[in-house]
């Protein structure tokens, strides 16, 4: 955790979000988590919104349907774009098919980055597995600064969450998290093992208490 002022790295590197530089030396301009991903310095706030990085995997719920590519709200100051070719198996024959009949508005889609230099929107690519259009259960939102959390270390949260349950659970980066499960009841257990972790984050003896709340409240 770093503060207005903090000196976060020092040499060849590049000045991402809420970071400013003076004399090649790095600074953070806010309260909130350093990070160094592909030798950019960048500080996310400790809450606030998703800034997306090249390979991160996010849940985009769709807010704008155009000829050959879907624009998807990904909790961002930008807006992520779904191509026709990064999405459907085939090309996309304008002259005879609606893009709506694939993917419409307010649908929701687990994708990844593709490519993103804060110019431009981020390209988004659902041709990977696990990936694609959300057909079935819950979605529910997060602090994207909690997702780190919800995964644990070697993913042993996330992990814990499945066994459990017994629930099928994808954590977006962007702090969206898709549970599905054999029920509603399932996906509202884990929904609120969820929230609890977010709420609790930084307190010891989280997992237990998690697994304890999973046992307890098992449908």
Known sequence: MVVPGTLLAEGKYNAGVNVYMEDN????????????????????PLRGCYIPFVDDVVI????????????????????GVLFAKEFLSKPLNTMKEDARSYLDIGEMVKAKV???DRTRNPSLTTREPELGKIQR??????????????????????NLLKKESGCQIFVGQNGRVWIA??????????????RKIEAEAHTTGLTDRIQEYLIKHRV
């Open 25 to 44: 030396k790095f600074f953070s301009s806010i309260v909130g988590l350093a990070e160094l991903r592909n030798e950019t310095v960048t500080v996310i």
């Open 181 to 194: 499960g054999k029920s509603r009841d399932e996906e509202a257990v884990v929904a609120e093992a969820i």
């Open 137 to 158: 259960g819950t979605v529910i939102e997060v602090d994207p600064t909690r997702v780190p959390r919800i995964i644990g270390k070697k993913g042993s949260m996330i």
């Open 114 to 116: 593709l490519a993103f």
């Open 60 to 79: 985009g719920k769709v807010v704008e349907v155009i000829s050959t590519a879907w624009m998807l709200d990904i909790r961002s100051p930008w807006q």
